[in-house]
């Protein structure tokens, strides 16, 4: 089967890997010339991407990545997977989306399968995508969804072990999804329509973002009676049955459970319905930097001006060098705003706006654990008895109390 990908970031990439190393002719679209270019020196930073089996995939010419859009012509199957991310007002942004539709339409010749792994609300492949190509082309496609489930960083979870919701707009559409991600993934679930698939992926990360919500909101209340939030919810998590832990942290990050809610709380408006468990949890973890700082500024004496802070960890999960929605971005601009004198160390982000990871610094005011890669080595702050706050959204001891 001869397959077209649009979009070769972290969802992209796993699948145009996962379709060519069964077999499948896979051509990997992106408009970022850094990117393929990168991608065909067999190179990537993308988390959990064998590179050995990237340049064996690459030379058998089952996986052509490319900037040529003309190259998604002629496929069996086109696949969208670009990013969905929010716009200034925090509502659904779908110019990638449009954008993928409006390729497909001027590119792709002759009928075939086009499926949307881009998350996003219910009713955008029938509403979106389907009438924004069907009025820029008059051939014939099917179409159906099949949501990414990418995890970046997972070691265990991948494309070829992980469940997959698929449905198609037709019965044909949906034999044909089902087939082709059968030939890759051990597990396709079928649902009865496409805005179940969608709106399975949007409510898997809003239950992840009210029960973060929850967590938060749990800390602000043990902080005001005098207990940890942390070890309550490492205890509650002992019961074998009817419980699952979420810790509280800074915010929330990454591409998913910071913006799905968000889509869900649209598509529930759009309908007239309320959504205000997730409207409410969107805003609880939004608000956790400013209550965070707040506290900060209490525990140094009530003021931040002029003190050294360096933060551990900006990216917005252990070991993935992504940045997006990260709420440590946002935490460093809060503590310069209070006068904070701010470095970062990061060995997994390295640079961010010209800005190069410091080493870590034993002599700061005050140490910020955020996100506690695996091969940084704390040793420097315990050796020295550096100030150091955990604030860290997990059960682990790294030698100093968790904040929250």
């Known amino acids: 089967m001869k397959i077209a990908i649009v979009g070769q970031g972290y969802v992209g990439l ?3 890997l996962g379709a060519a190393s069964v077999g499948h002719s896979t051509v990997g679209f992106d408009i970022n010339e850094n990117l393929i270019g990168e991608l065909l020196k067999s190179k990537t930073l993308v988390p959990g991407i064998d590179q050995k089996k990237l340049s064996e995939l690459l030379i058998s010419g089952k996986y052509l990545p490319t900037t040529k859009a003309e190259l998604i012509n002629g496929n069996d199957v086109v696949i969208v997977a670009v990013p969905t991310p929010l716009d200034v007002n925090r509502l659904p942004e779908l110019t990638f989306i449009q954008e993928a539709c409006l390729l497909i339409a001027k590119h792709q010749t002759k009928g075939c399968l ?7 609300y219910p009713g955008t492949l029938r509403n979106c995508i389907k009438k924004i190509i069907e009025s820029n082309s008059e051939v014939e496609f099917l179409y159906a969804s099949a949501p990414e489930r990418i ?3 997972n070691q265990f979870w991948s494309i070829a072990n992980t469940p997959r919701v698929v449905s198609g707009l037709t019965s044909e559409a949906n034999t044909k999804v089902s087939e082709l991600y059968k030939s890759f993934c051990a597990n396709v679930y079928e649902v009865s329509s496409p805005e179940v698939a969608e709106a399975s992926k949007i409510f898997e990360n809003t239950f992840r973002q009210i029960n973060i919500a929850l967590a938060n909101e749990f800390a602000v209340i043990s902080h005001k009676i005098g207990f940890s939030a942390n070890e309550a919810i490492a205890a509650a998590s002992t019961k074998p049955f009817g419980f699952m832990p979420f810790f509280p942290s800074i915010g929330v990050g990454g ?12 598509a529930a408006e759009l309908a007239g319905a309320k959504a205000s468990f997730i409207n409410l949890a969107n805003n609880t973890n939004l608000s956790m930097v ?9 525990f140094m004496g009530g003021s931040l001006k002029g003190k050294s802070i360096q933060i551990v960890g900006i990216s917005y999960k252990p070991d993935v060098p992504d940045l997006r929605e990260s709420p440590a971005l946002i935490l ?3 503590l310069e705003a209070q006068g904070g004198l701010v470095t970062w160390h990061d060995p997994v982000v390295q640079e961010f706006k010209g800005v190069k990871s410091f080493d870590l610094n034993p002599n700061v005011d005050l140490g910020l654990l955020v996100v506690p890669h695996r091969n940084i080595d704390f040793n420097v702050w315990k050796e020295h ?3 150091v706050i955990d604030l860290s959204s997990n059960s682990i001891n790294y030698g100093w109390p968790k904040f929250f």
Do not use: F, M
């Open 290 to 298: 400013q209550y965070t700082v707040s506290r900060l500024c209490d």
């Open 151 to 153: 995890d970046p960083g």
């Open 14 to 16: 796993h699948l145009a």
């Open 255 to 266: 591409h998913c459970i910071p913006i799905d809610p968000s889509y869900l709380s649209y």
């Open 114 to 120: 086009i499926v949307n792994e881009s998350t996003s």
């Open 385 to 387: 008895g550096t100030n």
């Open 332 to 334: 460093i601009n809060e």
